[in-house]
């Protein structure tokens, strides 16, 4: 299991002779009715000086220790929707390292009354899986942003990277849950404080207040809450805490028109930014080289001690989704569901690996050969793992859409030469030397070409990990003689099926090293074919004859040596940033991309692990 594996608890709870729901963790109380929001208002969101400080604010940034159930989320959002004045953007960022189940989290919010009861019907409906890490909500039309770290808190916040204006303490007592309350923890709020960040707390004990005073913060007493003596608000010192930077629009000229350079291209706009899109493929549409790509397959990897790709793979997939819900519905992904059959050999390691894991059954559940063979329509299916959350993607309309939008503008040219101008911009060249482009922000999405023109503009080595970028070319087929061997879901492991196509099967894929060109072959065909024979467990004969030349898409992939996305600023050149090296999961890791980015330039809470972020960085 790696190192960074914490396994996650769920909350548990009984109700006590009031009806108050009781941690059986801990003992202390979870606070229902109306008291939870009450609390809200008179210490968290008063003693932070709300809803004053966040009016005439682009954005404001709320952290706290130590979610429960979500009341003072709720009673925060309940207040800035109510206040004609409010920021544009409220981020809520939360730690817990005991989340409740949905359907706990659903039972316990319906006590609620008033308005924050059907919010918080809304947060149960968006709960996300009791999986370690963080996730990433978001709430009227992307201008309420949840960021949920699960985990234990002293871990978690030293993974957050972030600036905060307003800090809500409030995890369970100091004397049955010391460790949320400890100088560790305080030293990290100095390090996210932002200047004249403010914090509350219910808790006044005296170690709470010297932990705090040690780390940076002048704290003062209150009259306490509910019965309480004290209660506690404090603020950063004025020479500490890093600096408020407010976030403005800007142009952004992207080199590449593929999943990555579409989807963040999409994400930019819808944040106000102007974009311009540069990529010869275009001429051929939108779809630009994924014309004719018919099919592909938005799925989390998995590995058996959780390692970083699979870490990083699921909150890709996650924030792909979230991404692209708002897309009209033919570009939206579907949910299908994916088996990966495992060998006999493996199936134990397998099974013993889930049970330590303690994943949730909803997102990654052992499937036998009987429930294989349901879930996926082909009663021979071999035993292996089930992601309910498998989707499918169509590539042409989802790029289609990706791109329509009016804060961008489409270049259908070779990119030639990039330079950096005197004035902070960049600007891209054609082959001719004729300027196609230019932008505040660089982005270089332009798959294994990105060595080149990265190599032009620095004039000395390659970051360290793009020296190892390297294409593969590949292809699908598309097999019209037995669309009924179709599955019903995605069938992946060497090779992988998707399910049915109108009146065709549609198979993948092959890997293709030191190909000059990326091209459908017999020969692609043919391995595609056994593959897929394999992994619906019938004959190559069963699949038809050979497809012709025409009945499939071929393109290319660029990956690194680590198979690990490159995603991040470029050391040295201000306003450059690449995303390369996706591999096999441009889906996955677009997704992820256009968060990171997204979330850098608008100076907002980092929807990822820092460790995972240094993990992607291009590197020296």
């Known amino acids: 299991m790696s190192h960074a594996f914490q396994r996650l608890v769920p909350a548990a709870f009984s109700l006590n002779e009031a009806g108050v729901p009781v941690s059986s963790l801990t003992g202390d109380i979870y606070y229902s009715g109306s008291v939870p929001l009450r609390q809200a208002h008179e210490v968290f969101i008063t003693g932070n000086g709300l809803p004053g400080r966040w009016r005439g604010r682009q954005q404001f ?14 009673a925060l959002w309940q207040a800035w929707r109510q206040d004609p004045e409010r920021c544009g953007r409220l981020h809520f960022v939360s730690i817990e390292g005991h989340p409740f189940t949905q359907s706990d989290l659903a039972t316990l919010l319906a006590r609620l009354n008033g308005p924050e009861r059907e919010l918080g019907k809304r947060l149960a409906a968006a709960w996300p899986p009791l999986i370690p890490g963080i996730h990433r909500l978001t709430f009227d039309d992307g201008n309420v942003t949840l960021t949920l770290a699960f985990g234990e808190a002293e871990r978690m916040i030293r993974q957050l990277d972030l600036g905060f204006d307003a800090c809500f303490l409030d995890g369970f007592s100091p004397r049955l849950n010391p460790d949320m309350w400890t100088p560790a923890i305080f030293r990290q709020l100095a390090r996210l404080a932002r200047q004249g960040a403010t914090l509350a707390t219910w808790c006044s004990a005296g ?54 350079g579409a989807s963040i291209a999409h994400t930019l706009a819808r944040y106000g930014h102007q974009v311009t899109v540069v990529d010869p493929a275009l001429r051929a549409g939108p779809a630009g080289t994924h014309c004719g790509h018919r099919m592909a397959a938005l799925v989390p990897s998995l590995s058996r001690d ?230 619906l467990q019938t004959s190559p004969a069963q699949l038809g004859s050979e497809p012709a030349l025409t009945d499939g898409w071929a393109g290319w992939r660029a990956a690194v040596q680590d198979r690990l996305p490159v995603i991040g600023p470029v050391s040295g050149l201000q306003g450059c940033w690449l995303t390369c090296g996706l591999g096999s999961r441009g889906l996955t890791w677009s997704g992820l991309s256009a968060a990171l980015l997204a979330a850098r330039l608008n100076n907002e809470p980092m929807p990822l692990e820092r460790e995972l972020i240094r993990k992607v960085a291009p590197g020296s």
């Open 207 to 260: 170690h709470v207040r010297r932990g705090l005073h040690d780390a940076g913060f002048l704290t003062q007493r209150h009259s306490g809450f509910e019965g309480k003596r004290h209660r506690i608000t404090g603020q950063i010192r004025d020479n500490m805490g890093q600096t408020v930077q407010h976030a403005k629009p800007t142009s952004v000229l992207v080199v590449g028109s593929g999943f990555a």
């Open 61 to 74: 940034t709320v952290l706290e220790t130590g979610f429960g159930l979500g009341h003072n989320f709720l």
């Open 306 to 535: 959780d390692d970083q790709r699979s870490r990083l793979s699921r909150t890709g997939v996650a924030l792909a989704l979230k991404q692209w819900q708002t897309l009209p519905a033919a570009a939206r992904p579907v949910r299908c569901g994916a088996l990966q059959p495992v060998p006999a050999s493996q199936q134990q390691a397998w099974q013993d690996a889930l049970a330590t894991l303690g994943f949730p059954s909803d997102w990654v559940r052992w499937a036998n050969a009987d429930e294989a063979g349901h879930l996926t329509g082909h009663t021979d299916a071999g035993p292996g793992l089930w992601f309910a959350q498998g989707h499918v993607v169509l590539p042409e309309a989802l790029l289609q859409h990706l791109l329509n939008h009016p804060g961008i503008r489409t270049v259908a040219t070779t990119v030639g030469r990039l330079e950096q101008l005197a004035a902070g911009q960049w600007r891209a060249m054609d082959a001719g030397g004729t300027e196609c482009g230019r932008g505040q922000q660089l982005v270089l999405a332009a798959g294994a070409l990105t060595q080149r023109l990265l190599g032009d503009l620095i004039g000395a080595p390659l970051p360290r990990r793009l020296q190892t970028l390297h294409a593969i070319a590949g292809q699908l087929s598309y097999f019209s003689a037995a669309p009924q061997l179709a599955p019903r879901s995605i069938v992946s492991a060497k090779g992988l099926c998707f399910p049915r196509w109108g009146d065709e099967l549609i198979a993948g894929s092959t890997y293709v090293k030191n190909a000059t060109l990326s091209i459908i072959t017999g020969k692609g065909h043919r391995i595609v074919r056994e593959n897929a024979a394999d992994l």
